[in-house]
């Protein structure tokens, strides 16, 4: 289990530039499942990729269990969004999802020959016998190991990379949209599956534009645009929203 705490990140993608993040500070606890909501251009994604480390703050500070997060950062992985996958790859669900153990493989030193050896036999890289099965099954898609990315609906999409973030050895998870365009039921059992992670102790952020009903699922909501403008329990940012007038700043209605 580990704690990730933030403190006055600021952040902006050139000098002179207005920033993207303005002095946000927000804590992450182990067992929780978290939402971070806010509209298009908000910097959501920004946000995440520092806490996961792949971008640095100009200001500001993130440490894991009292430890800079650049000494801890394999205690937190990062699933992109969907959109920035190539489905149409020529592999295989568990091909896919075994390239976890090079993103988060501690000595930084995969080569191409390496990699082209992972895919053509995905179950001998894994580190402990168990582990791909283990993260298929975690998920629910150990029936698709086999398939290819192409011929997966929305849903298995998204679980085959939450698979994929699963090899790494984290604890506090960041997940980048991973409801976009999901239909009810399909969003449904994802966000199920992200409360059994939450529940054996890991820590689960998930960036959202959903501001109805399924913020029931969450302990914790975070709201961001630029800077947080509230956080709290979902029954609490309900109350605030309407104080802070958040249909004008996403554009539409907070309900379903």
């Not at 990140?9 to 500070?25: E, F, G, P």
């Not at 806010?38 to 993130?62: E, R, V």
């Not at 009292?66 to 000494?71: A, M, P």
């Not at 050896?117 to 582990?131: D, I, M």
Request: glycine share 6%; aromatic share 4%.
């Amino acid at each position: 289990m580990a704690t990730l705490i933030a403190e006055n990140i600021s952040y902006s993608y050139h000098t002179n530039q207005k920033l993207a993040l303005n002095k946000v500070s927000l804590e992450i606890n182990p067992g929780t499942m978290t939402a971070l909501l806010g509209p298009n251009g908000a910097g959501k994604s920004t946000l995440l990729k520092i806490l996961q480390g792949q971008s640095k703050p100009d200001k500001g500070y993130i440490t894991i269990d009292g430890e800079e997060l650049l000494k801890s950062s394999s205690k937190v992985a990062l699933m992109p969004q969907r959109s920035s996958m190539n489905w149409k790859f020529p592999i295989t669900v568990e091909k896919l999802v075994s390239l976890g153990q090079i993103e988060h493989s501690k000595s930084k030193n995969s080569s191409p020959f390496q990699l082209k050896a992972l895919l053509a036999n995905p179950k001998g890289w894994v580190n402990k016998c168990c582990e791909l099965e283990a993260a298929l099954q975690r998920v629910g898609i150990s029936k698709l190991a086999k398939r290819r990315l192409d011929s997966l609906s929305g849903g298995q999409q998204q679980r085959a990379l939450l698979a994929k973030t699963l090899m790494s050895p984290a604890k506090i998870f960041l997940l980048d949209e991973p409801c976009a365009a999901l239909d009810p039921p399909a969003k449904e059992e994802f966000l199920r599956i992200a409360r059994q992670l939450a529940d054996t102790g890991s820590s689960v952020f998930i960036s959202s534009h959903d501001w109805g009903s399924s913020l029931g699922n969450y302990d914790k909501v975070v709201v961001l645009d630029q800077r947080v403008i509230a956080k709290g329990t979902p029954a609490s940012i309900r109350e605030k929203l309407e104080d802070l007038n958040i249909n004008s700043i996403n554009g539409k209605s907070v309900c379903d």
